[in-house]
């Protein structure tokens, strides 16, 4: 690979994005960047619990991102370009909290912890790209907090997979018994199946034993029902004008 072809390689990732080839050159030079080959056969790459002292992005090929829950597991798909965790670095635990295993053959681009800070401090857009990172992921972690309670099975169903979820993209896979996915979100085992199947109909997901594949994104539902708020807002306001005629004609005949 060319040193143009490398530069326009790595100033793909999100951190270095902006960033010019001096920069980037500067970088190799003190031997702040290290490339790591993976492969599919080589198992987890990063485990949770791990303590973390590299900034890791994936620069090539796809990762498996594991996380292991009470009673289930979710299997998400990350592809590069992607950065791992980069909130652990400066996190209190200073651990990972997934298992990362490679699904094809890639590239990882490695920087030490002490070349960050070095890096922080002397390139304004390195410095601005992480802290633009930083405060994206708080911010998302805010509204999910921020959201109004959900108000059927599919939609409590979204907020547990949303609250546990690490990455944006899709399929997802959870692993789980159909008696825990009940009994976390309330329902009745019965409902819960009933709920699943409606939604394997729809094309939304795919069932096995104990397994459930989410294709897409369950924000039509989220739409739908806001849909169904506003025509109860139209029925209510309907009905207020009801009762307003029904006075006036009271009025009337009195």
Known sequence: MTSSDFYLKVTTLPLLQGMSAENILIMQERKAIRIVSMEPEEGDIIQEGQHCCTLTMLMEGTLACITLGEGWT???????????????????????????????????????????????LHNDVFRINLLTR?????????????????????????????????????????????????????????????TLRQMENEGHISLAREKITFNTALTEYRVQSTEHRVQSTEYRAQSTEYRV??????????
Not at 245 to 254: A, D, F, S, V
């Open 74 to 120: 979710l299997e998400e798909e990350i592809i590069a370009p992607a950065i791992i965790e980069e909130e652990a670095l400066w996190s209190l635990s200073q651990t990972y909290h997934h298992n990362y295993r490679p699904l094809s053959e890639g590239k990882l681009l490695v920087i030490d912890r002490h070349h960050i800070m070095k890096t922080m």
């Open 134 to 194: 930083m405060s994206t992921r708080l911010e998302r972690n805010y509204l999910c907090t921020q959201t109004t309670p959900p108000v059927n099975i599919i939609q409590k169903i979204a907020r547990f997979l949303q609250r546990i979820a690490s990455t944006p993209t899709w399929p997802k896979c959870l692993n789980i018994k159909m008696t825990t996915l009940a009994e976390i979100v309330g329902e009745t085992r019965l409902q819960v199946s009933k």
């Open 245 to 254: 005629q029904i006075r006036e004609h009271r009025y009337k005949i009195l």
